[in-house]
């Protein structure tokens, strides 16, 4: 007996039955047949659906995955290929420097707000080092004037910050907070600061600026030569996390991308290391980690707050 197969790619295949069925008189292979042929048949029309849902689903991801991935390659190429003088370049140039002082208004606040009980300890800390002492304090890097609202009742502020855009946001701060007195804004580095005498003043500063310089050894010799002996010097800074750590390789990693996002900071900074060894009397600070900022700056979660003496 002939047989008429339908293939699923629509052709059809013939060929001649061999064996009898003892009862129903069709042949076994018939029968096989049949169902063969009716299971190819549910099949033909089942990849004709499936053949439409995956086109769809092919052409869905070459509109859409391959240029985003095409746009993150390419901008992360761009990102790296950018030399370390463009870099310098960019973040040198006024309107940076401009929108930076806006960021940092901003950013400060939040900063503060995750920190709050850091600052709140290491403040304290000032305020009973600084009980009944008249003299001024020293705020190296001092951005929008952040720190003025921890500082203690009636206290005398020299702010070093060298991008002058920071000027507005820092007199603005100070009538904010007026139990403070902001005696002078000197516009300059700490790496060279110059204006500021030999064992001038009681106590230096800083907060979210050790990552920046561009010298870090000129600068701790610079507070310590302008510091009273046994003058504090308070930091609260972010830094490098541990060497085994996943975010320590991001942080190694993206640390020029990083660079292009906050004035020249570095994410992957050893500071307490160059605290250890600047020669002061002693060092003294914790290690702590400020979640808060999870979700919009990964890469500084790490931070060191405590202070040296001279
Ligand atoms: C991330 S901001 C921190 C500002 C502020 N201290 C705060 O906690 O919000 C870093 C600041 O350090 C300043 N800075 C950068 N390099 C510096 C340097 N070499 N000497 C002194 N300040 C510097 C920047 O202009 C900027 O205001």
């Not at 009973?128 to 005398?156: R, Y």
Request: contains cysteine; glycine residues 4%; hydrophobic residues 40%.
């Amino acid at each position: 007996m002939n047989y008429i197969v339908s293939q699923p790619n629509g052709h059809e295949r013939t060929g001649k039955s061999k064996h009898f069925c003892r009862d129903s008189e069709a042949t076994v292979d018939e029968a096989q047949l049949m169902e063969e042929k009716r299971s190819l048949t549910r099949t033909t029309h089942n990849r004709r659906h499936l053949t439409v849902s995956e086109v769809e689903l092919e052409s869905a991801s070459m509109e859409i995955i391959l240029p985003i991935c095409a746009i993150v390659l390419v901008v992360l190429f761009v990102v790296a290929a950018l030399s370390a003088k463009v870099r310098n370049t960019v973040i040198s140039s006024r309107t940076y420097k401009k929108a930076f002082a806006v960021h940092m208004n901003l950013f400060s606040r939040i900063h503060n707000r995750a920190v709050q009980k850091r600052k709140e300890e290491m403040f304290n800390h000032m305020k009973m080092a600084l009980k009944g002492v008249q003299g001024d304090i020293l705020e190296i890097g001092a951005g929008t004037g952040a720190n003025f609202e921890f500082l203690p009742e009636g206290c005398s502020v020299i702010a070093l910050e060298p991008n002058p855009h920071m000027e507005t946001y820092l007199v603005e701060n100070a009538k904010r907070f007026p139990h403070v007195q902001l005696k002078e804004i000197v516009c300059g580095y700490a790496e060279n600061m110059e204006g500021i005498a030999d064992n001038s003043v009681e106590a230096v500063l800083c907060t979210l600026t050790l990552c920046s310089v561009t010298d870090m050894e000129a600068v701790l010799s610079e507070i310590k030569r302008v510091l009273k002996p046994g003058g504090y010097f308070y930091f609260l800074e972010h830094v490098a996390d541990n060497p085994e750590t996943w975010r320590h390789s991001f942080q190694r990693t993206f640390d020029d991308q990083w660079k292009y996002l906050s004035d020249g900071c570095s994410c992957c900074r050893e500071t307490s290391t160059y605290l250890e060894n600047a020669g002061f009397s002693s060092v003294c600070y914790q290690k702590f980690y400020v979640n808060e900022l999870m979700l919009i700056a990964y890469l500084m979660l790490p931070h060191i707050a405590g202070y040296a003496v001279k």
